[in-house]
DNA sequence: ATTACTGTATTAGTACAATAATACGGTTTG
DNA sequence: CAAACCGTATTATTGTACTAATACAGTAAT
């Protein structure tokens, strides 16, 4: 697994997103170990502690759980995963297209400029 | 002027790219005074002193200047904040594409959700 | 000139995210 | 059993964004 992340937006949040995102495409299957809280940490080259935040917040919301000294699986149901990644993309583009806006830019010139940038 | 701001990000930046799109769109035209830093800190409900932060990076981009004592003004060459808008648009466009792209989601899927959220 | 605005600067305090360095106990494997 | 992994918890420290409370000097209007 690649983590790409943005060394400007909190990295706890960007876990989260990329593992519910990994589960939801299917990347993951049910009851599937995953890598260790280290391992993440280390591979990603961020504290442990933050990996450990992350995946706290990801067995909260039901998409994975532990088994103490034993590692972390995935959820039998990964419909959640597929629910809160589409959520998620739902508001992202809320706060596109406000944001856009909020520039003077409308709906088609966001279609052309996504155009623009998908064409790379 | 409207200050809708998110809370959930910087509140410097977002100063910023509200009063360079207000330039850009022609809202206010070269030379203009704009409201002074403690207006808009009463305005939009922040401290003075994030405002004059903003302010002064607006400066050193060239956008705005100010006269000690008398205020804030729009600079001569207003196409600076047009082309910085610009910019900041596409920025805007291509982390939203990479972001949907990390989610799961091609450029079709954007421009059908963009469709969803522009029709409220 | 006095008054009431301006921009500007400084210092301190708060909140949060992330790092760092450990430590403890459970699980698995040889 | 012992070693090498696990998850989990704790405490301290750093960096950043924002707030808070002032203070000072320039400008403009009465």
Redesign the interface.
Known sequence: MEW?L?KDRPICPQIE??LA?GI??GEFAAGERLFSVREVALQAGVNPNTVQKAFSELERDGLIFSRAGSGWFVSEDTSRAVRQ?EE???L??????Q??R????E?P???R??????DE
């Open positions: 790409r943005d997103e990329l995102a939801a495409r990644v998620l993309a739902r992202r583009t809320a706060a596109y297209y944001g856009m909020a520039l003077g830019k709906r010139d966001m279609i400029m996504l155009e623009e940038v998908s």
